[in-house]
């Protein structure tokens, strides 16, 4: 005898999921959505709204971004999808809540935690990093200026910096840079050129750090009362752009931002490779 004949098997082959990308793209402009201070403007649910969601939530999107920073990440990480769309909400914050979460960064250190970032292997990610620097410094504050020069922050990103090849990660990052000479941050000018040289040296893009020099020197003669020597003049780039607003700080606020960040180090130790922020 042959024996019994095997019975065909009854397992069901579940389906596949969605698209994990697709879904954490519609879940941040859902979340874009509900965050909106223009579609949230005549709600009297608006403050504690957002109390709630920067007490409760930003700092688990957080987390989660310096908790993968080792590649390759824990086995129980969110998968590379997840993390680029927390990136790209915060990115959203930064530009949409400039002040809510100019505090939150500030205080918890969040530009070193995102760019823990800079350590994975996908580009992408690595660009996610530089997206969200892009975005603070984007909005010329003072305070996030500092605390960039300060922290560190900027060497990190110049380090990260791919030797073989340009490619997405170079060109975002001179995409930073070039804002910040086009738009004469001048702390970051300051600090690109003063402490960065060597990192500058190796972008391989002589006329925007030769413009990036030349803004340093006049910013310099300006701030001395002088002028640029016949030698030194270069290409006109235009004014100095006025001062930022500090508008609605209250005495407390306003002492919190103007103090030291002792408990914020964060950009150098990543820049040595202290590792990622917990």
């Known amino acids: 005898a042959d024996g019994a004949a095997t019975a065909p098997s009854t397992a069901v082959t579940p389906p596949s999921p969605p698209s ?3 879904l954490a793209d519609v879940a941040v402009e ?4 509900l965050l909106d201070p223009e579609t949230m403007a005549a709600s009297a649910e608006t403050a504690p709204f957002l109390e709630a969601f920067y007490d ?12 993968c920073a080792d590649d390759p990440p824990p086995a129980d990480a969110p998968p590379p999808t997840a993390l680029a769309a927390a990136a790209e909400l915060l990115c959203f914050c930064a530009a949409a809540h400039s002040y809510r979460m100019k505090y939150y960064s500030l205080r918890h250190g969040v530009v070193a935690k995102v760019l823990t970032l800079l350590k994975r292997r996908e580009a992408w990610l ?3 990093a530089v997206r969200f620097a892009r975005a603070c410094v984007g909005l010329r504050d003072d305070f996030y200026s500092r605390h960039f020069v300060r922290s560190d922050l900027l060497r990190p990103l110049l380090a990260a910096r791919p030797q073989r090849r340009r490619g997405l990660y170079d060109a975002a990052l001179l995409d930073l840079i070039e804002f910040v000479r086009r738009e004469n941050v001048a702390p970051l000018v300051a600090h690109l050129v003063a402490d960065c ?6 972008l391989d893009a002589p006329d925007m750090v030769a413009g ?3 803004r340093a020197a006049q910013n ?6 002088g002028e640029l020597r016949a030698g030194e003049e270069g290409p006109a780039i235009g004014p100095l752009p006025p001062p930022i607003a500090r508008g609605g700080l209250n005495p407390d606020e306003e002492s919190y931002f103007e103090g030291d960040d002792d ?7 990543l820049a040595a490779g202290g590792g990622a922020w917990v």
């Open 220 to 225: 310099e003669a300006q701030a001395d009362g």
């Open 126 to 128: 690595r660009c996610a």
């Open 56 to 67: 409760r939530h930003v700092g688990a999107l957080v987390a989660a971004l310096a908790g």
């Open 263 to 269: 408990e914020d180090d964060g950009g150098a130790a």
């Open 30 to 33: 859902l979340l874009r959505a």
């Open 197 to 202: 040289g060597a990192e500058l040296e190796s």
């Open 212 to 214: 990036l020099r030349l």
């Open 20 to 22: 994990s990308s697709g």
